[in-house]
């Protein structure tokens, strides 16, 4: 599991995370919902450690993240961030093969191929895997990127907005296919998602932040309620159940 406790985070003289605490379940789906703003991208740089830690203490599995060394962490929890910057003259196959940096320090063996193949099979990519990036589609080159995370083999994966440029088609793949990474492999899967409804039918458990605070935590079925969408999101928007599943009215 992730344990953050009392993580605080200001830029300048802006407070961005206030007191932090919260553990975030081993194995399953976790989802990450908030709005703009709220701090989601800056909670999950300051567990991956692409951020320094202004006051506070994480722990993955029990590992401190601060002072752990950096390929013991990569071998741990891999993250997406929401904004990639890609180097053009990459094929998606090279792009993929940089997850693996962590586990052969750029020299790849037999499995670490193996890997490489079935993240670019998973994901559809094959047959573009010899495609420089800069020829993908922006859903295409997304993917690739998604690819890479997953074939860094973690037990954590963080994906910040995976979402981003799927279509409905590839959205619900990826989300089945983090669902059967979560069920059968006991991977831990932590996203951020915009979308509430994906999030209330994949995730087993929501995490709200609002103004750089968690402000509730629980199952979909609890979390996802016209009363949140109006005090955490300020709209009014109607909720459905259908079984257990809630679902927002656009
Ligand atoms: N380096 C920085 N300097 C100033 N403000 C920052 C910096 N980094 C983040 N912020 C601010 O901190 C707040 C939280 O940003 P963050 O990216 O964590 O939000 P988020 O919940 O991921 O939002 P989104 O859903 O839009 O991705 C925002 O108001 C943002 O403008
Ligand atoms: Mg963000």
Redesign the pocket.
């Known amino acids: 599991m992730i344990v953050v406790e009392n993580l605080n985070y200001s830029?300048?003289n802006?407070q961005?995370l206030t007191d932090v605490s919260v553990t975030l379940p081993k194995g399953g789906i976790t989802a990450l919902i908030?709005?703009?703003?709220?701090?989601?991208?800056?909670?999950f740089s300051h567990i991956a450690r692409l951020l320094p830690m202004q006051s506070g203490r994480i722990t993955v599995d029990g590992m401190d993240v601060a002072p752990a060394n950096r390929q013991e962490l990569s071998r741990k929890l891999a993250i997406l961030p929401?904004q990639v910057h890609f180097a053009t003259r990459l094929t998606v196959k090279e792009l993929v093969q940089f997850g693996r940096y962590p586990h052969c320090q750029g020299r790849l063996r037999a499995e670490d191929h193996e890997m490489v193949a079935a993240s670019l099979t998973a994901f559809g990519l094959t047959a573009l895997a010899d495609r420089f990036l800069d020829t993908l589609s922006g859903g295409q080159r997304h993917k690739a990127h998604v690819a890479m995370t997953y074939a860094q083999d973690t037990d954590y994966l963080l994906l910040?907005?995976p979402l981003n440029n799927l279509d409905i088609a590839a959205s619900r793949a990826l989300m089945a296919l983090l669902r059967r990474l979560a069920d059968e492999e006991g991977k831990t899967i932590v996203i951020?998602l915009?979308d509430i409804n994906f999030a209330a039918q994949y995730a087993d458990h929501l995490v709200v932040?609002k103004d750089?605070r968690i402000e509730r935590e629980g199952a979909p079925v609890d979390m996802v309620t016209g009363a949140l969408l109006a005090d955490v999101f300020g709209t009014n928007a109607q909720v459905a159940v259908v079984g257990d599943t809630p679902f927002v009215m656009p």
């Open positions: 830029v300048a802006a961005i908030g709005p703009n703003g709220a701090g989601k991208s800056s909670l929401q910040d907005e951020v915009h932040l750089g």
